[in-house]
């Protein structure tokens, strides 16, 4: 049983190693995002060909249900003044339910749109607010699905 120990056993050489090879603490968090809720009064332009658009009316934002915790992640750097984030949410236009009522369209697209957006985002440095540019892809099943930017 002493074997076992010695052989267990670290040398303060070897402590003192570990010490000087590991890396310094970071000034990055990384954090869940746990709820997303928007709401826009405003209405824009939705395409829904190359050549046809509708109005939006009001849009709805909330968190996709069906996203794996995976997917609504952030991490921020405070010594960069940097954030990212990737979070996946439901968009609710009630202009596509006045297209299908209409009956032109298919009845799936009453669905909501689903999309992940990543945000890549400059902080002010009092961390009082931040500048995001970022990227939505739309996921199977919505009505953009496929769509590429342009």
């Known amino acids: 049983m002493d074997a076992e120990r010695d052989e267990l056993a670290i040398s303060p050489d070897e402590i003192a190693e570990r010490r000087r090879t590991r890396s ?8 869940r995002v746990a709820g997303l809720y928007g709401f826009s009064p405003e209405s824009l332009p939705f395409p829904i060909s190359r050549t046809e658009t509708i109005d939006s009316g009001p849009i709805s934002i909330s968190m996709d249900p069906e996203s794996d915790s995976m997917t609504n992640l952030g991490v921020i750097d405070y010594e960069n003044c940097y954030l990212r984030v990737r979070y996946s949410g439901h968009m609710i236009f009630p202009g596509i339910h006045e297209l299908v009522t209409s009956g032109k ?4 697209l009453l669905g909501p749109v689903r999309a992940t957006a990543t945000d890549e985002c400059i902080v002010e440095p009092d ?24």
Do not use: N, Y
């Open 127 to 150: 961390l009082s607010g931040w500048r995001a540019l970022g990227t939505l892809d739309f996921l199977p099943g919505s009505i953009w699905a496929g769509a590429a930017g342009g």
């Open 105 to 108: 369209h298919d009845l799936s």
């Open 24 to 31: 310094e603490p970071t000034e990055k968090t990384v954090f």
